[in-house]
């Protein structure tokens, strides 16, 4: 069955550290993935997204991520977080063959440490 | 702000009932989806409209169905409730360009179910 993954459901860091989250995906084919963002009492918005071409992708507020196909994963990076950044974190993938719908993953909570 | 706006923002209901959640796409969005999303889970796919018809179904029983009209504005009916239909409710809009799709999401309907 499709699948979204993602490992750290919780994770807690100080002011400056860096951040990855991880994200795999079990679909074949041609995919278009995204990562979103849940701050608490809002609602999802997007923070990046990858169709093709360069496969590392630069989104707002300073995310970036990148696609490895061969890993088939989408892993979420920032080089330095900020207390506002603590918010609920979902990798989603539509996979563009077969069935046509988004599967997203089960969140990863991210507390920054002021 | 992404102009998709939902309504109601919280509702309750007793096993048995039915509910209708109302959704307005962004302008220029002419596919809506919705998703079920539980207490510390990742939003579950239900369906998808597009143009009208719909274009794609999640793992969810018939008796949640849906609307789309012409206006683009949506609407999710579930009838027979149970407990655990509980959940945040989720409508997203989008433009469906083929195999390039963003969507956009509303603020949720909180659904109770007694």
């Known amino acids: 069955a499709q699948s979204v993954s993602q490992h750290n459901h919780h994770v807690i860091l100080s002011e400056a550290a860096s951040l990855e989250l991880g994200c795999n995906y079990s679909?074949?084919?041609?995919?278009?993935l995204f990562w979103y963002v849940q701050y608490p009492g809002q609602h999802l918005q997007l923070l990046l997204k990858y169709f093709s071409g360069d496969p590392l992708v630069k989104g707002i507020k300073g995310f970036e991520a990148e696609f490895i196909k061969s890993k088939f994963s989408f892993n979420l990076r920032k080089p330095s977080v900020q207390w506002s950044d603590t918010a609920e974190y979902f990798c989603?993938?539509?996979?563009?063959?077969?069935?046509?719908?988004?599967?997203f993953g089960t969140g990863t909570r991210l507390k920054v440490l002021a | 702000e992404t102009g998709v706006t939902q309504s109601p923002t919280h509702l309750i209901k007793t096993r048995g009932q039915q509910v209708t959640l109302r959704c307005s796409s962004q302008?220029?969005?002419?596919?809506v989806s919705w998703y079920q999303q539980a207490l510390g889970q990742g939003p579950q796919f239900i369906f998808q409209y597009y143009r009208e018809e719909e274009n794609g179904r999640g793992n969810f029983p018939p008796r949640f169905s849906g609307l789309q009209f012409p206006n683009y504005s949506s609407e999710l009916n579930v009838n027979a409730l149970e407990l655990d239909d509980s959940a945040l409710y989720l409508c997203a809009s989008s433009l469906f360009r083929g195999n390039q799709e963003t969507q956009y999401f509303g603020p949720g309907t909180r659904l109770l179910v007694l």
């Open positions: 302008s220029g969005h002419n596919t």
């Open positions: 679909y074949g084919g041609t995919v278009n």
């Open positions: 989603a993938v539509i996979s563009t063959s077969g069935t046509y719908k988004y599967i």
